[in-house]
């Protein structure tokens, strides 16, 4: 099982399960989702960035373990697009692009069996954003992406976090999303100017609380 920790300390999802994180920009989306990977002690985590560099999410995750040892790998599908040429480092893998989907799903297998190999046997997996995808591909070519993707988390009785930017996508195409993920994290601007959280799919839904 894999427990969340806040703001759902009660809450413990079966392997497998994927949850779609969506809200407006702004909202605190990706922290929630880094914070959620970072409560998974003892986990494999895998982060595959279409926003940032490897080494900017491999900071920023490795800034929330308070020096705990972890087993960390980021798919950047940044820095080669961007042109440029990053050193090497162990825990960064490189697609060629966001379009590069079938690099990002070898990339992520890779991932999954080194950390196997070295006994790790439960997984927490963010990707950060699908809203990136949505603006190099169709829906129908990041749907059938997904759906491998979100296939080999449940196979690897992983757990994963899809962030989008709902407002920036029709009812239509997140309505197709959804079909993809067992739940959903659900962020908007709470009315202080911060932002409020509730779970939804899995399990009963919450109510909203600040984050």
Same mark, same amino acid.
């Given at each position: 099982?894999?427990?969340?920790?806040?703001?759902?300390?009660?809450?413990?999802?079966?392997?497998?399960?994927?949850?779609?994180?969506?809200?407006?920009?702004?909202?605190?989306? %990706?922290?929630?989702?880094?914070?959620?990977?970072?409560?998974?002690?003892? $986990?494999?985590?895998?982060?595959?960035?279409?926003?940032?560099?490897?080494?900017?999410?491999? &900071? $920023?995750?490795?800034?929330? =373990?308070d020096g705990?040892?972890?087993?960390?790998?980021v798919?950047?599908?940044?820095?080669?697009?961007?042109?440029?040429?990053?050193q %090497?480092?162990?825990?960064?893998?490189?697609?060629?692009?966001?379009?590069?989907?079938?690099?990002?799903?070898?990339?992520?297998?890779?991932?999954?069996?080194?950390?196997?190999?070295?006994?790790?046997?439960?997984? %927490?997996?963010?990707?950060d &954003?699908?809203?990136?995808?949505?603006?190099?591909?169709?829906?129908?070519?990041?749907?059938?992406?997904?759906?491998?993707?979100?296939? %080999?988390?449940? &196979?690897?009785?992983?757990?994963?976090?899809?962030?989008?930017?709902? &407002?920036?996508?029709?009812?239509?195409?997140?309505?197709?999303?959804?079909?993809?993920?067992?739940?959903?994290?659900?962020?908007?601007?709470?009315? $202080?100017?911060?932002?409020?959280?509730?779970?939804k799919?899995?399990?009963?839904?919450?109510?909203?609380?600040? =984050?």
């Amino acid at each position: 099982m894999y427990s969340i920790g806040e703001p759902f300390p009660e809450t413990e999802l079966n392997p497998g399960t994927n949850l779609l994180v969506a809200g407006p920009p702004m909202t605190g989306k %990706r922290r929630l989702a880094f914070d959620v990977l970072a409560h998974g002690d003892g $986990d494999g985590i895998i982060i595959v960035t279409t926003k940032s560099t490897g080494e900017q999410v491999l &900071s $920023d995750y490795e800034s929330r =373990l308070d020096g705990r040892d972890s087993f960390i790998g980021v798919v950047d599908c940044v820095s080669k697009q961007q042109g440029m040429s990053p050193q %090497r480092v162990e825990s960064v893998e490189f697609a060629s692009s966001p379009v590069d989907m079938t690099g990002i799903g070898i990339k992520l297998s890779e991932f999954l069996q080194r950390f196997y190999d070295s006994g790790v046997r439960s997984n %927490r997996i963010a990707f950060d &954003s699908l809203s990136t995808l949505l603006m190099y591909s169709n829906l129908q070519t990041v749907f059938r992406f997904l759906h491998v993707f979100t296939g %080999r988390v449940q &196979s690897a009785e992983a757990f994963g976090l899809f962030v989008i930017d709902s &407002s920036a996508h029709d009812a239509q195409t997140m309505s197709t999303l959804r079909q993809l993920f067992d739940g959903e994290i659900e962020v908007r601007e709470a009315e $202080d100017g911060g932002s409020e959280v509730r779970l939804k799919g899995v399990g009963p839904t919450t109510d909203w609380q600040l =984050l």
